[in-house]
């Protein structure tokens, strides 16, 4: 059963439509390269772009080539602290051989040395390949997604000339990388495509898609709705062979009996998620887009694959029809309409939506078959190179014809203005104003919102709660306050950092509040003679008679011990006042003596000196000799 279901896996994800394995056509993306010295070796050639780093669509390199002395496979770091590094005002193309380790890893060890392209020479005479980026694996963790220069295939003969030109060392051998006519532009739209998978549980490839989708949905939704390109998402389904259709391996794994299929994404076919999951999501997803470019709201895909990951992430086991509809209705999307686009899985017929993307993965025009994912296609051209946000609208923006590019392409500044519209989807309190809903240069994104010095804590999409102190004072903390007959109750405590609880004399989970009936629940007025009358928030008590209800002992005592009481309360009272009269006279009798002492003390320091004649003496403090002045 094991080498069943192996085998089956592999059909599965090898095999892409019906008779495609005999009709496929993989076109290799090239770019070329002119070699302006020596002028004996003065020509032009095709090289194949590499498919990780940054080509520089639209663009050129000039530099001079270098072959390196040792370690010329470049499966090793190079000696040195930058030996490759440019000498102004050339760059250095560093030229390395085929062999032994990853396209990838030559290039990275190149970029580490300092060099800004790198050339990999072709080690047998055949066509040119594409140099693809490993697949998972531990070799290509941490360097694959750092790589930032451009790089190229080069054949055998021309790259043998380049280092009989190198070792004879009579001049500079100088090249131009030439990527400007690599990406089409016949007009003034760009049309591209994605071909995704709404899998996150296949790897390394998976995480770079995703990670690309929310960072170039901005680049992405500017452009849809100034008109200046024309985007669709494609994926790619498997079908299910004929003699393989009623195994249970194929029933957990695809859809109209066969069809449409997509491998388990754990490769575990007795638990988690199935591959038949994936194609309905899939499916789900080409509809939404569907749907919303009908209404001319296109764009709107990129919102919805972007939550879908957040908020229904397999790997955080939230992967469901049910959060899928969810994501629609937070959007404004249609949830009947796709559904009736996405058809019955379980019908034993085609579906046409699924039937049209195995149609387009057979190559058209210049594009070769779409095999791997992601694909990125511009053009009708594949994309060659990292998928990042910079490097693809760079390629996008190659697309137009020249001089009339979109203001995007000129600026990195523009905004989205995504929250204009529905609050982007985002939660929002309407009374105090606020929205986790956040503009950016990658789109908007739904986070929880500070305000007033108050942090707001929550998934951003469905709440957001108020946290720490003074959180009462913007619109009550989000907890439930109420006022009637003068008086007010509220679920929100700053004496809490956080939730709502009722208070006293209310039941609830402090968003929505009751008045509790302590009468009719007896918890109140239960002393012989009382009598009970529910108020809101609280209760009355009424004794039989000249009796007085005290609440504190829920009993009914005498009145006239009440008397008592309240004749000692005021013999107590009137005791602390005339202390504190006699205190106060006592106070303002010494602060008089003592200024009348220091008046007298001052005023000695000035008496006559003598009185026997029409003058007066006075003497000064510090004054030796004494001032005469008229009596």
Same mark, same amino acid.
């Given at each position: ?408 392409? *000129?600026?990195?500044?523009? !905004?989205?203005?995504? @929250?204009? #519209?529905? =609050? &982007? ?121 000249? *009796?007085?209800?005290?609440? !504190?002992?829920?009993? @009914?005592? #005498?009145? =006239? &011990? ?70």
């Amino acid at each position: 059963m094991a080498s069943l279901e192996n085998l089956l896996y592999l059909l599965l994800a090898g095999i892409t439509v019906l008779g495609n394995v005999a009709l496929g056509r993989f076109v290799v993306e090239k770019s070329s390269i002119s070699v302006l010295s020596p002028s004996s070796l003065r020509s032009k050639h095709d090289s194949a772009i590499g498919n990780f780093g940054t080509p520089d669509y639209g663009g050129y390199m000039l530099g001079s080539v270098v072959y390196p002395q040792k370690g010329s496979l470049g499966c090793q770091p190079f000696e040195g602290d930058k030996p490759f590094k440019f000498k102004l005002p050339r760059p250095t193309i560093l030229l390395v051989d085929r062999g032994d380790c990853y396209f990838a890893l030559k290039v990275w060890n190149a970029q580490q040395a300092g060099a800004a392209a790198v050339l990999v020479a072709d080690t047998i005479d055949e066509p040119l390949i594409t140099m693809d980026s490993p697949e998972a694996s531990g070799d290509a963790d941490g360097y694959v997604e750092k790589i930032r220069i451009p790089s190229a295939l080069i054949d055998k003969s021309f790259a043998d000339s380049l280092k009989q030109a190198l070792k004879e060392e009579k001049e500079e051998v100088l090249i131009k990388m030439d990527w400007r006519e690599s990406m089409p532009h016949p007009d003034q739209r760009v049309e591209y495509e994605l071909w995704t998978n709404s899998n996150d549980e296949c790897g390394v490839r998976c995480d770079e898609q995703m990670e690309f989708v929310k960072d170039f949905k901005g680049h992405a939704q500017i452009l849809e709705r100034g008109g200046y390109t024309l985007f669709t998402p494609h994926y790619i389904t498997w079908y299910c062979p004929p003699a393989f259709v009623l195994s249970s391996q194929c029933k957990s794994q695809c859809i109209n009996n066969g069809r449409y299929c997509a491998p388990d994404p754990e490769q575990d076919f007795d638990g988690g998620y199935q591959g038949k999951d994936v194609v309905f999501e899939n499916l789900r997803q080409l509809c939404v887009h569907r749907t919303a470019n009908e209404t001319g709201r296109s764009w709107v895909w990129w919102d919805y694959v972007t939550d879908f990951h957040i908020r229904c992430s397999m790997k955080k086991k939230r992967y469901s029809k049910e959060r899928a509809e969810d994501v629609m209705k937070s959007l404004g999307l249609p949830v009947d309409k796709i559904k009736t686009c996405m058809g019955d899985p379980e019908a034993d017929v085609e579906n046409q939506v699924l039937k049209i993307e195995q149609e387009r993965q057979i190559g058209q025009g210049g594009r070769g078959d779409v095999t791997i994912l992601p694909t990125l296609v511009i053009n009708n051209a594949q994309y060659r190179g990292k998928l990042e946000r910079t490097a693809v609208l760079k390629a996008v923006c190659a697309g137009f014809k020249e001089a009339t590019e979109p203001p995007i392409c *000129l600026s990195p500044g523009l !905004e989205t203005n995504e @929250c204009l #519209e529905g =609050n &982007g989807g985002c939660w929002q309190d309407t009374a105090s104003n606020l929205t986790a809903c956040k503009d950016t240069f990658r789109g908007r994104v739904c986070e929880c919102p500070t305000a007033n010095g108050v942090q707001y804590k929550g998934d951003g999409y469905l709440s957001c709660e108020a946290f720490g102190p003074g959180r009462c004072a913007i619109n009550n903390g989000g907890c439930w306050s109420e006022s009637r007959h003068g008086s007010s109750f509220s679920a929100c405590s700053d004496s809490n950092i956080s939730g709502c609880q009722c208070p006293l004399g209310f039941r609830g989970d402090g968003q929505h509040c009751e008045d509790i009936d302590e009468c009719k629940e007896g918890s109140a007025c239960q002393c012989d003679g009382c009598s009970c009358k529910d108020t809101w928030g609280g209760y009355e008590c009424k004794c039989k008679g000249d *009796l007085l209800y005290m609440k !504190e002992l829920d009993a @009914c005592i #005498e009145r =006239n &011990g009440s008397k008592i009481g309240w004749l000692l309360t005021f013999v107590i009272l009137a005791v602390v006042a005339g202390v504190g009269l006699a205190g106060y006279i006592f106070y303002k009798y010494r602060l008089r003596s003592y200024m009348d002492s220091e008046i007298m003390a001052i005023m000695s320091q000035y008496m006559p000196l003598d009185n026997h004649d029409n003058t007066s003496a006075i003497r000064f403090p510090n004054e030796s000799q004494p001032l005469r002045q008229n009596a």
